[in-house]
Every structure is written in structure tokens, then in C-alpha cells.
């Protein structure tokens, strides 16, 4: 584990504030290995038996050729991982996101996340202030299985 | 599989609304979701009740499956816009309203925009987007 990820701990609360974050700072997740488990226990908590994810058979004959994890599983997972590769922020809240699914995510992929600050707002209120995230999702070819933005409420130092 | 196990591009209707069966979310769906994902509860402001914002969305997928009827021929998932409007609470009992926006014909299937709003048990609208779907079309020997 890295130093960065155990100090904090250590030394009390050390998520970053609105002013602390810079518009253009990149951060990058460790890779994780989407397996069938990952993607069996998705659709049992979710519900979605999709057979796009669940029917090996019938996913013979799709443009994919096997079962395909759900999107929204790929999304789950990003927003995991990423936050194992950057120090958190002192969020308040998750607004919203906009998001694209550009290809499969495959048993066996192995998937991280790329993230870029890509904008800084002021709100009404003082204490707080809106930070947009640019992240994208890259497979172990380096190619791009999803992106979008992500913005989050960020409290100001108290 | 056969045809009429599913609802096709053309069985859409734009501006039919279908509303789910409601399900109360709870510790266990938290701590799955967590495990699964890596994704720790970081909103609310410190309110440990508060759920992983997007643990309602991908709950909102499954609810659509208990709608009665054939489920829709999903090719892709092509992409979404989502707004968090009000924290979801362990023991809050949510259900989603899915209506058609608009269907736009392709060569292989067509994409529909469904609006989505998921409600909590004082009706209150929780979250809210739009969904980008690549819907099949009906295959020509079953038509």
C-alpha cells in the first residue's frame, strides 16, 4: 500500500477541500480484473438478469460473442477504484454524472481509470463548490470501454 | 429464446410511462455494493444511513425486469445523464417510472431515450436522467 494512502489515517482528517483541488490535476486507479463472480453477484444485487450478462449460450450469436459485464457494474467499479488512487475530497454530495459506454467490458478484462479535474464551479452558498471529474475507463489494451464527467459538492476549509 | 420473449424497437411506444414494483433498500444491498465495488459511502455528511449514490441507479436497472410483460431487447447500453436529487436511507423503499422520450431508427435496431425517475416512499424523486438505449428491431421472420 502506499505511504500517501496509510498517513492520512495517522494524522486525522486529511480530505482535500475545494480550494485545495486544481483544475487539470490527473489521477490514476490501480487495475482490477473484472471476473464472472463480479458479474454474477451484480446481477443478483441489482436484479438486471439482462441476458446480455447472463446467458452464455445465447450470447454465442451477439456482436460480442460471450456474456458482457453490465454497464453499470463497469461504472460501480470505476468509482471504487479510483477513489484507491487519489487522496479523497471532502465531498458533500454526488450531484450527477454524464456518462458514455463505448465498449465491452469482457470476464477477464482488467480495468482502470484515468480521471482529470476538468472544472472548478462557485455555488450560492460560500462553504462549498462544485468540482467536475473527466474520467475514463481503459481496458488492459488501452482502449476505452466508458468515459464521462462526474460532479461532486466539495466543502470549503472550515 | 423466441421472439415473443421480447419487447422490440417497434413494440415501443414514445410517452408510455411503466412504473416498476418497489423494493426497500437495505444494510445488506450496502454492504454487497461496497464489497463488490470498492465504492465506500462518502455523501450525506458523514450520515452512515446515506447509500452509495449509485447503488439506487443500478437497482433502478433490476426493477425494470419485474415490470409485467417481455423485457426490452437490449443490444447496448450506449450511455446516461444522472442527477443524485435526494439522498436514498437504509429502509427507504424506492420504485422507478420509465417513460419512452423518443425512438430514432438505425440500420440495426434503433435508439431510444427513456427518462427515469426513481422515487422514495413519500414520493419524494430521489434520482433522475435520461438513458440511451440500442434497442433491436423486431427480426423479419417474426414480424
Redesign the interface.
Known amino acids: 500500500m502506499r505511504a500517501h494512502a496509510i498517513l492520512p489515517a495517522m494524522t486525522g482528517d486529511q480530505r482535500r477541500h475545494f480550494e485545495d483541488i486544481q483544475v487539470g490535476e490527473e489521477y490514476e486507479s490501480p487495475g482490477r480484473t473484472v471476473t464472472e463472480a463480479d458479474i454474477v453477484i451484480f446481477a443478483g444485487l441489482s436484479g438486471d438478469y439482462n441476458v446480455l450478462h447472463t446467458d452464455a449460450e445465447f450470447m454465442k450469436s451477439s456482436i460480442f460473442g460471450e456474456r458482457i459485464a453490465h454497464g453499470l457494474l463497469g461504472l460501480s467499479i470505476q468509482s471504487g477504484l479510483l477513489t484507491r488512487g487519489m487522496r479523497p475530497y471532502a465531498t458533500i454530495a454526488f450531484l450527477g454524472l454524464r456518462w458514455k459506454f463505448k465498449g465491452p467490458i469482457k470476464i477477464g478484462d482488467t480495468i482502470r481509470v484515468r480521471a482529470k479535474v476538468a472544472g472548478k464551479k462557485e455555488t450560492g452558498k460560500p462553504d462549498r463548490g462544485i468540482v467536475t471529474l473527466f474520467r475514463q475507463v481503459l481496458n488492459q489494451r488501452g482502449e476505452v470501454v466508458q468515459e464521462g464527467e462526474t460532479d461532486v459538492m466539495v466543502a470549503r476549509r472550515p | 429464446?423466441t421472439a415473443a420473449d421480447l419487447c422490440y424497437f417497434e413494440d415501443l411506444v414514445v410517452g408510455e410511462m411503466h412504473q416498476t414494483p418497489a423494493?426497500t433498500v437495505t444494510q445488506a444491498?450496502v454492504t454487497?455494493?461496497v464489497g463488490?465495488?470498492?465504492?465506500?459511502p462518502?455523501?450525506?455528511?458523514g450520515d452512515d444511513a446515506v447509500v452509495?449514490?449509485?447503488l439506487p441507479?443500478?437497482?433502478s436497472?433490476?426493477?425494470?425486469?419485474?415490470v409485467p410483460g417481455p423485457?426490452l431487447a437490449?443490444?447496448?447500453?450506449?450511455?446516461?445523464?444522472?442527477?443524485?436529487l435526494e439522498?436514498v436511507r437504509i429502509g427507504d423503499t424506492i420504485l422507478s417510472r420509465s417513460t419512452t422520450l423518443t425512438k430514432r431508427a438505425m440500420r440495426e435496431g434503433g435508439v431510444v431515450v427513456e427518462g427515469r425517475d426513481v422515487y422514495n416512499q413519500r414520493g419524494e424523486v430521489t434520482q433522475s436522467?435520461r438513458l440511451t438505449l440500442l434497442v433491436a428491431k423486431r427480426p423479419a421472420a417474426s414480424a
Open positions: 429464446m423494493i444491498h454487497q455494493f463488490l465495488t470498492g465504492d465506500w462518502d455523501q450525506g455528511g452509495p449514490g449509485l441507479l443500478c437497482i436497472s433490476g426493477l425494470g425486469f419485474r423485457p437490449v443490444l447496448a447500453f450506449m450511455g446516461f445523464e444522472w442527477r443524485f439522498p436522467g
